[in-house]
């Protein structure tokens, strides 16, 4: 029997090497003008299978021009990354923010997994952002504190300017809003450089700062690993004091407490970070500040509910909720936190529009879902056909799904009268859109900032398919459902635009001011 599994592992270990040596394989091979040509057909027959909302933007005899412009463009073989560059511009007409191609790049086996795992990258530690067409260092996780405020002038000798301008092709915004260009470019911007360029081990970048400009080759480097036990020439070694039983259960209960504060908060152990965020601002308790990084990770409800209750117990008159650089999550979030924004009954989405009486076996059973959900799906497929057979139905020729948040909502006994301001910009996306739409439609709140990256009148997303076209091995994401508030602005494809416009610059980021708060605070006579 223990031969028997040995021999087991044995043979999937040389499978799975065997599998990742024919994707590198496929992927970096030169493939036929036939098959490129073939996996761009097959991609926009499955855009208008699945998404329900293709042509909202872009008229369908101006998108089938672009995909049939492509295809006469594309004259000789050429590998599955260089396809990616010329593909991903194409789809990015259909103007919608949550259809996306991704790139490919090389897999690895076991052992150089385990070796990668040991390494860091120095390029990875950066965050930038866009500002005045230049490319700025805002921030970094590693050591070198210098390049912080830095402009970064090439990168490998490529001018930075012809480098961000380029990857703002591979993506869209919902529409035609043009605000989360410059801002998701920043926030992604390692990751877009690899998608682009590959995997590097090394990356010789062009910095300036003030009048000096200076060279840097970012390598992979080693993690920092734990600190080796200094051996001492001291006949006598202090043993490790021993804990009481008392101070065990103590560190046992704080671990528990942190655990617990971690989870409600969402924290983000590769940032030292928390997705939500609140405190008051100055000596009082007149003006609560929320950041909400995103609507994702964690347990929402609880954070929401001791929040809420205590501007409540402190009767607090002024609410600053940031929205910036979220980029978007669960419905299910946003529903229950504008529960406590509103003191009205409400109907926070509409029925979703779809193009499949069963969209949830879509998502589940696409040729990138993972052996395990197909089996999964597969099982419980009677109770999810039954279930998506329940909640849909046609109207108007159109199909149309009713998620449990189209119901009517009603206002948290403990929802937020006063006054309140909500800071937005160009990577507000998605859900954080989706709240916003509702706070502006009922004139809750007074906005700032900048014009947000997603639609007033609401984005395809939901639950995603996502489809691998099967020559270049090229993922394309995509959205199955219309989510939309039951509000409707004129004229479409543009996000919610702040009352009061205030845009950041690189004298700012340098002084480490905050221009949108600053103009709250200031308002409210609380500025420092």
């Known amino acids: 029997m223990r031969k028997l599994l040995f021999l087991s592992i044995v043979f999937l270990q040389l499978n799975a090497c065997k599998s990742v040596d024919n994707y590198n394989a496929q992927i970096t091979k030169l493939h036929t003008v036939e098959d490129l040509h073939s996996d ?19 008229p ?18 050429m590998n599955s990354r260089a396809f990616y560059k010329v593909l991903a511009p194409v789809v990015a007409n259909v103007r919608q923010g949550h259809v996306a191609v991704g ?48 402009e970064v002038v090439t990168i490998a000798g490529e001018p930075t300017e012809k480098i961000v301008e380029t990857l703002k092709t591979r993506f869209a915004s919902d ?65 490790p004091k021993k804990l009481t039983k008392a101070e065990k259960k103590a560190l046992k209960i704080a671990k528990k407490a942190r655990k617990k504060y971690n989870k409600k908060h969402g924290y983000i152990s590769k940032r030292k970070q928390y997705t939500r965020n609140f405190n ?3 000596t009082d308790s007149s003006v609560a500040y929320m950041k909400i990084r995103s609507f994702t990770n964690g347990n929402y409800k609880k954070f929401y509910q001791e929040s809420f209750a205590k501007m409540d117990s402190l009767q607090t008159k002024n609410f600053i909720l940031d929205l910036r650089d979220n980029g978007g999550g669960r419905i299910a979030e946003i529903y229950k936190l504008y529960s406590y924004l509103t003191d009205k009954e409400y109907q926070f989405i509409l029925k979703s529009e779809v193009n499949s009486r069963t969209p949830f076996f879509k998502y589940a059973f696409s040729n990138t879902s993972p052996i395990s959900m197909k089996i999964f799906g597969g099982l419980v497929s009677p109770v999810i056909l039954v279930q998506n057979l329940l909640r849909t139905k046609k109207e108007n020729g ?9 119901k009517q909502g009603k206002p948290n006994p403990l929802n937020y009268k006063g006054n309140m301001y909500v800071l937005i910009n160009g990577n507000s996306f998605s859900a954080s859109s989706l709240l916003s739409t509702h706070l502006q439609a009922t004139k809750r709140a007074t906005f700032v900032g900048e014009e947000t990256g997603g639609a007033y009148n609401g984005t395809v ?64 006579g609380k500025a420092e």
């Open 40 to 58: 761009i057909d097959k991609l926009y027959k499955q855009l208008q299978k699945n998404h329900p909302k293709l042509y909202q933007y872009t």
């Open 60 to 77: 369908k005899e101006t998108l089938d021009f672009k995909f049939d412009s492509l295809k006469k463009s594309i004259k000789s073989p």
């Open 103 to 150: 790139s490919v790049s090389k897999q690895f086996k076991r052992k150089e997994r385990k070796a990668l795992l040991k390494q860091k990258f120095q390029f990875y530690n950066l965050d930038f952002e866009y500002l005045n067409n230049k490319l700025w260092v805002i921030a970094n996780r590693g050591k070198d504190s210098i390049l912080v405020g830095s």
């Open 175 to 239: 529409g035609f809003n043009t605000t989360l260009h410059n801002r998701f470019v920043s926030k992604g911007f390692t990751t877009f450089y690899y998608k682009e360029k590959g995997f590097l081990d090394s990356l010789q970048v062009t910095f300036k700062k003030n009048d000096s400009v200076f060279t840097k080759t970012l390598k992979r480097i080693a993690k920092n690993e734990k600190k080796k036990k200094v051996i001492t020439d001291s006949l006598k070694e202090e043993a």
């Open 280 to 282: 008051f601002i100055g």
């Open 398 to 406: 159109k199909i149309y799904y009713k998620f449990k948040w189209a």
């Open 461 to 524: 997303a939901g639950i995603y398919k996502n489809y691998k076209l099967p020559n270049t091995q090229l993922k394309v994401r995509m959205g199955l459902m219309q989510i939309e508030a039951p509000y409707k602005q004129k004229p479409d494809g543009f996000g919610i635009k702040p009352d009061v416009e205030i845009l950041p610059t690189i004298q700012h980021r340098q002084q480490n001011i905050d221009p949108e708060l600053q103009w709250v605070l200031n308002k409210l």
